[in-house]
């Protein structure tokens, strides 16, 4: 009896893990992997199109965390109901993803993997400009400070797209608001980005764009662009997930970096809004639902059980480079020998600021990403108010996308 997993793209990870818990099944099932598209809204909408048709090919599905709430709520996640089960699940995950599996009270995917930024520096930059990315005192403020006085530009994500949002929520949680409240409302949710921490938010992301450290690309850089520039001659600090540490290390291998620049690299946990306030570093990663039209339930579930065991948690942070939800995975001696900064991966996970949990992910991301670009006509209080009205609108159907 065969399986579909539709995965997100890889290195061949999940399929590594298909094929060996296919095999350690004894025969019971085999798994099939189905590739998704790269980008996390075209595997949405897929995903959207075939379970709204009843499709009962997708058995498992690799879930971007934000979306589970809208599936569940549409009713297109199976959940898991008996507690031995949910206990073998939910055992030592991590508190971050553990909060975007459950809906209406119950658990409707499995955390897989997690992910997190961190802040990724150049040791040569920060001892220049006399700063310390690893002390509390060390925010967004000083580090734009920092970069404009070593004329270096920093790393951001800023194109309009879901990495977008993912810098917006993370700078809102971290000076201590939410971009939602009563998100399990739906459209009855009440925005509330015009706060003191949105408009805290506002006034980083609105210096950033006019000042000297802004990159030429701002408004269409991705985590790649982040990256090439981090990397290069004006590089000096960099927000980004942990994968960008082992790129760099694999680019010295081929030869398209030099050594002395991947030596220069550090990290810290995520700058912080407020001197002593510590961050809500932003949440990414991937969920794993059962689909609720599923002919073997039993099997797609026994499937879950196997693929986020905790041994092949570490397995595939070692071999695919994305962080396991797991805390136990992060004493594993070839996670710590590949990710010399796992400790910090775990407690930035466990201690992230998940992006809004509600059925209307897609409308209230959108409406932050519309209102808040291009970064430069970003201002504080204009901005997050503007966010609060239009999104409000959007969500009682008075505004269009």
Known sequence: MSLTWYINPDNGGQATLAAECSEASGGAYTIETQILPNEADA???????????????????????PFVAEFANAGYLKPVTDAADVQQLTADVLDGPMETAV????????????????????????????????????????????????????????????????????????????????????????????????????????????????????????EEEARALFQGSTGSFMVNWPYVYTAALGEVDTGALDQAVADDIAWARYPAMAEGQPSRP????????????????????????????????????????????????????????AYPMAPLIRDSINDAGPRPITPYYG????????????????TQPETPSETDEYMSDVLAGDALL
């Open 43 to 65: 595997q949405r909408e897929q995903l959207v199109r075939r379970l709204a048709a009843g499709d009962e090919s997708v058995d498992l599905m690799s879930l971007d965390p």
């Open 103 to 222: 809906w209406d009270g119950e658990l409707v995917a499995t955390p897989f993997w997690a992910n997190t930024q961190l802040l990724w520096y150049r040791k040569s930059v920060a001892q220049a400009a006399g700063v310390d990315p690893l002390s509390p005192t060390f925010t967004w403020s000083r580090m734009i400070q920092a970069a404009e006085s070593q004329s270096k530009k920093i790393g951001v994500q800023g194109k309009r797209y879901e990495g977008y949002m993912v810098w917006i929520n993370a700078l809102i949680a971290s000076g201590g608001g939410q971009i939602i409240t009563d998100a399990d409302k739906g459209d009855q949710a009440v925005p509330t980005v015009a706060s003191p921490a949105g408009n805290a938010a506002a006034e980083v992301v609105g210096t950033l764009a006019s000042s000297s450290a802004a990159p030429t690309d701002l408004s269409n850089a991705g």
């Open 282 to 337: 932003p949440l990414g990663g991937i969920n794993l639902g059962i689909g609720n039209f599923t002919r073997y339930p039993d099997q797609a579930l026994d499937a879950v059980k196997c693929i986020t065991a905790v041994e092949n948690n570490a397995q595939y942070m070692v071999e695919a480079g994305n962080p396991a939800a797991r805390a136990a995975a992060y004493d594993d001696p070839e996670v710590l020998k």
């Open 363 to 378: 409308d209230v991301s959108t409406s932050v990403q519309k209102t808040w670009h291009p970064e430069s006509s970003v």
